[in-house]
């Protein structure tokens, strides 16, 4: 059976809709599973009628639950009402609201195991606020739901960077994973700590092996200050933070090397020679990410029990309405919650039929 992936329609006044559509047009997409829209079909029919014509005359499968999700359809849950205002390329409180109840809507069903993986588009982190959303993304608002250990009072904070779950970029060209995720720059500096590192280079060792196949995975560390420091002439962290973290890493058998100044690393290609890259702050990881893969990169959630994965672009309202919002980055997000989906399942097979370790008696001695 196919699965399941649920597609959230974000800010109904973004690009959401119509990356939505242009990817779900592509037949491939109904081969490989069984998409379920959370949005609203009048709405998405309102998108459709500003793009192209092959976009007019979609058919949705209306349903109440994924149960009913029809294979090589086009399913659609309505979330909120047909008479929801739409102001293309604009920011409002009706549109906030919308995003929330698809959101909503969404992980209840993933939190039920209707569904097996969740798309999302974007959504506009402002206008969603509101007593029942006090996250600064869907990060921290899925780390919750899905790891409620952690404890809300620290995710509702932009400036924790959780150890549970792990923000990455991915693209065909590289994986980048951040420190901190939302965390204000002057705050950056307290929040890079042996534990912290450590934290988040055993989550990304373990992900890169059950979510995308890597047996031993070599990750690249980058420094916090420029040129790494220069051996302690421009900050210690270098020197007494984030070297002891690699080598306490390495003494746990995991393959992390450097610290490496970012600048260096990007601009040399260094990327290249690793299977993922772990920064220390939202923007010293993005940048070079988005430079290189703007149009095709994906943002994946890593070390929940779901699958979340979402587009490496914003709302972008400048392209609203005139079909010029490229669908490559929320198609690509497609295919990694499914490419995910897969290697999870691999993995978990591996894993129940592994080789049991057995003392094997030779020659009176016990090996």
Not at 218 to 247: M, Y
Not at 264 to 273: C, L, Q
Request: proline share 4%; aromatic share 6%; net charge negative.
């Amino acid at each position: 059976m196919k699965p399941i992936i649920a597609i959230t329609a974000g800010d109904i006044n973004g690009v959401g809709y119509e990356i939505i559509l242009k990817s779900l047009i592509h037949p491939h997409i109904c081969e490989i599973c069984r998409p379920v829209v959370y949005g609203n079909a009048k709405v998405a029919r309102q998108h459709a009628k500003t793009l192209g014509e092959e976009l007019h005359n979609i058919q949705w499968n209306i349903i109440d639950s994924p149960k009913q999700a029809k294979d090589g359809r086009l399913n659609m849950i309505n979330c909120y009402g047909d008479d929801t205002p739409l102001k293309l390329g604009e920011s409002t409180a009706e549109a906030g609201l919308a995003a929330l109840e698809s959101l909503q809507r969404a992980t209840a069903d993933l939190q039920q195991g209707l569904v097996d993986a969740l798309v999302t588009a974007p959504i506009n982190k402002d206008n969603i606020q509101c007593d029942k959303f006090r996250y600064s993304g869907h990060t921290e608002y899925l780390t919750h739901l899905f790891l409620p250990s952690t404890g809300a009072a620290d995710l509702q904070r932009s400036d924790l960077p959780s150890t549970d779950s792990l923000m990455m970029m991915i693209s065909d060209r590289m994986r980048v994973a951040l420190l901190c995720n939302h965390t204000p720059i002057a705050q950056v500096s307290d929040k890079v700590t042996v534990e912290n590192i450590m934290a988040k280079l055993q989550v990304l060792n373990q992900t890169l092996q059950t979510d995308f196949s890597c047996r031993k995975p070599r990750i690249a560390v980058l420094a916090l200050n420029p040129h790494a420091g220069d051996n302690g002439l421009i900050g210690k962290e270098e020197q007494e933070v984030i070297r002891p973290a690699i080598a306490q890493a390495q003494e746990a058998g995991i393959w992390a090397f450097g610290p490496y100044s970012a600048d260096g690393f990007f601009g040399a290609g260094e990327y290249n020679h690793f299977d993922a890259v772990l920064a220390m702050y939202h923007d010293q990881g993005l940048t070079p990410f988005k430079c290189i893969a703007m149009e095709s990169g994906v943002n994946y959630t890593a070390n929940l029990p779901i699958i979340r994965t979402s587009p490496a672009h914003g709302t972008a309202y400048d392209k609203v309405g005139i079909g010029s919002a490229s669908e490559e980055s929320f198609r690509n997000a497609l295919y990694l919650a499914f490419d995910i989906y897969k290697c999870r399942k691999n993995y978990a097979e591996l894993i129940k039929n592994r080789l049991k370790k057995q003392d094997v008696e030779i020659s009176g001695q016990v090996e």
